[in-house]
């Protein structure tokens, strides 16, 4: 089952992969890939139900015109996921890892963990700004946004600025060790990320495991 | 565009106001832009660049004075700001590539460029990005030295607590139900001068009539109530501050001597170990952020004899 939920002008698709009670787990994508159609075989083992969100100009979601892409709208779209999902854990992939991470530390109290996982556009555009792509891109208005795979492949994550979410997320949720590293890239702000007491590296598995009973 | 308000006319004109000669719109990859010319269609090209929350009219007393001095003066509402398209996303590089259409839209060659606040960030990162493209730049109160710039939004700044996090995003839940507030004209002149304390009430009451629309129970500002001032993001000074030290054009900064809410606190000292050889800063004294709308005459002279 398919819902769209409006962020600002932007209708974003929320799909239910399993429906149940228990636990509730939120997944986010990669840059340029969409939510899975069934729940992949690595969350098989989670006890509750399962939702997965395409990000704006992605999947099902709305393709807005112009670009204009940052991170932090992105975490916008995954906050207005957890409001319709209700308190979650979040498990994202590349991307989706990093947008979990901020909406983490954003919203310790309603995400009740997160897993990064390795995939594209884990890796953003570094700490400092590189030569700035200001033109079109061809191709818009189809999904996925030609704009979102250059400006989110090129957004910038400082590490001080990332490693703050993980103090966040760390320092206000009530559960311990609510961030986990479970892929094995490891971009600058994620090694700073690491850094943080209470961040820890685990197999995704183990991470579901202590995330299920936070319920 | 606000059509003329025959119940507030006395508010429909300004001392040495002049409002466009001709407007026209600008299709920024499927966001239109409102854009506004002063002066000789024939003229050379000459661009303003409004700040953050701001909007092309605010240009109405002093590009008229560059447009009598021959230029043809082109300036354009930023995406969400006045009457450009409001927007699905908004980020500073989407503001860079708005203002290159714009400048497509006018002529392929190297144009001059004068910048407001926030508006010179933007040019210092076209001026990088696409050096061929500006042949001169002005920069009215925009060059860097503090964090945060206060009229940078949502993605351009670091410091943030869990409050203020969970507060952005309480305003993105309901974003597209959003609006502004609705008030008097009077009481959007009132309100603008929180932000902008140092100039008259009666300029204020001015830009509400172009900046502003008059709905049923109201006036509201038509800036997107999406776009919030202030927040956060990874942004820093210091960027910008690198692009200085590369830049290839001549250069000529204003900056302001009286902080106010708006105003980027540029510390002219501070600046110099970036400047590159052909920049000239200019501090004016007991001057707010809007140097060009405090001392439009003063300002304009110093921009057509760099120009020239």
């Given at each position: 089952m398919t819902v769209f939920l409006q962020h600002n002008r932007v209708k974003l698709a929320l799909h239910t992969l399993r429906d149940g009670t228990g636990p509730r787990l939120l997944l986010l994508h990669a840059l340029g890939d969409r939510s899975p159609e069934r729940v992949p075989a690595e969350l098989e083992g989670w006890p509750g139900s399962i939702y997965a969100l395409d990000f704006t100009g992605h999947g099902?979601?709305?393709?807005?015109?112009?670009?204009?892409?940052t991170?932090?709208?992105?975490?916008?779209?995954?906050?207005?996921?957890?409001?319709?999902?209700?308190?979650?854990?979040?498990?994202?992939?590349?991307?989706?890892?990093?947008?979990?991470?901020?909406?983490?530390?954003?919203?310790?109290?309603?995400?009740?963990?997160v897993a990064i996982l390795d995939g594209p556009g884990l890796a953003g555009g570094g700490d400092r700004p590189g030569p700035a792509v200001v033109r079109g891109v061809p191709?818009?208005?189809?999904?996925?946004?030609?704009f979102a795979l250059v400006e989110l492949g090129s957004d910038l994550r400082p590490r001080e600025y990332v490693r703050r979410f993980a103090v966040l997320a760390t320092e206000h949720s009530p559960y311990a060790n609510p961030v986990a590293v479970c892929g094995r890239q490891r971009p600058a702000w994620l090694e700073a990320v690491l850094e943080v007491p209470g961040v820890v590296e685990e197999p995704l598995e183990a991470a579901l495991r202590r995330f299920a009973v936070f319920g | 565009?606000?059509?003329?308000?025959?119940?507030?006319?006395?508010?429909?004109?300004?001392?040495?106001?002049?409002?466009?000669?001709?407007?026209?719109?600008?299709?920024?990859?499927?966001?239109?832009?409102?854009?506004?010319?002063?002066?000789?269609?024939?003229?050379?090209?000459?661009?303003?660049?409004?700040?953050?929350?701001?909007?092309?009219g605010t240009f109405d007393v002093f590009a008229p004075l560059l447009a009598d001095a021959g230029w043809r003066v082109i300036s354009w509402d930023h995406r969400g700001?006045?009457?450009?398209?409001?927007?699905?996303?908004?980020?500073?590089?989407?503001?860079?590539?708005?203002?290159?259409?714009?400048?497509?839209?006018?002529?392929?060659?190297?144009?001059?460029?004068?910048?407001?606040?926030?508006?010179?960030?933007?040019?210092?990162?076209?001026?990088e990005a696409l050096p061929y493209r500006l042949s001169k730049l002005v920069v009215v109160d925009g060059l860097p030295s503090r964090d945060p710039a206060p009229d940078v939004s949502d993605h351009e700044h670091r410091k943030f607590t869990q409050k203020t996090l969970a507060e952005w995003l309480d305003h993105?839940?309901?974003?597209?139900?959003?609006l502004r507030k609705p008030g008097t004209l009077e009481e959007l002149a009132r309100r603008r001068k929180r932000m902008?304390?140092?100039?008259?009430?009666?300029?204020?009451?001015?830009?509400?009539?172009?900046?502003?629309?008059?709905?049923?129970?109201?006036?509201?500002?038509?800036?997107?109530?999406?776009?919030?001032?202030?927040?956060?993001?990874?942004?820093?000074?210091?960027?910008?501050?690198?692009?200085?030290?590369?830049?290839?054009v001549p250069l000529l900064g204003l900056t302001a001597t009286v902080e106010e809410e708006m105003g980027w606190g540029t510390n002219h000292r501070a600046l110099l170990p970036y400047l590159p050889p052909q920049a000239e800063i200019i501090p004016f004294e007991n001057t707010g952020h809007f140097i060009h709308i405090e001392h439009p005459h003063r300002v304009a002279e110093l921009v057509l004899e760099f120009l020239r």
């Open positions: 099902s979601s709305t393709v807005p015109a112009g670009g204009g892409y991170a932090e709208a992105l975490m916008g779209d995954a906050d207005v996921g957890l409001a319709a999902t209700g308190p979650a854990t979040v498990v994202g992939r590349g991307l989706g890892g990093y947008i979990g991470l901020l909406l983490a530390g954003a919203r310790p109290g309603e995400v009740r963990g191709g818009a208005l189809s999904a996925p946004d030609p | 565009m606000t059509a003329p308000v025959a119940e507030e006319p006395r508010f429909l004109t300004y001392p040495g106001a002049r409002r466009p000669a001709r407007h026209r719109w600008v299709d920024s990859y499927g966001v239109r832009l409102h854009v506004c010319e002063w002066g000789d269609a024939d003229g050379p090209p000459l661009f303003l660049v409004h700040g953050g929350s701001d909007f092309a700001h006045g009457d450009s398209d409001h927007a699905a996303l908004y980020s500073w590089d989407a503001d860079v590539r708005d203002a290159l259409s714009v400048l497509d839209s006018t002529t392929p060659d190297a144009v001059p460029v004068v910048a407001h606040s926030k508006g010179g960030g933007m040019m210092l990162q076209l001026a993105r839940r309901a974003a597209h139900i959003n902008n304390p140092r100039l008259s009430d009666d300029w204020l009451r001015y830009l509400v009539t172009i900046g502003a629309r008059r709905d049923p129970d109201g006036w509201r500002w038509k800036l997107d109530p999406a776009i919030r001032f202030g927040g956060f993001g990874p942004w820093s000074p210091e960027w910008s501050l690198q692009r200085l030290k590369g830049l290839k």
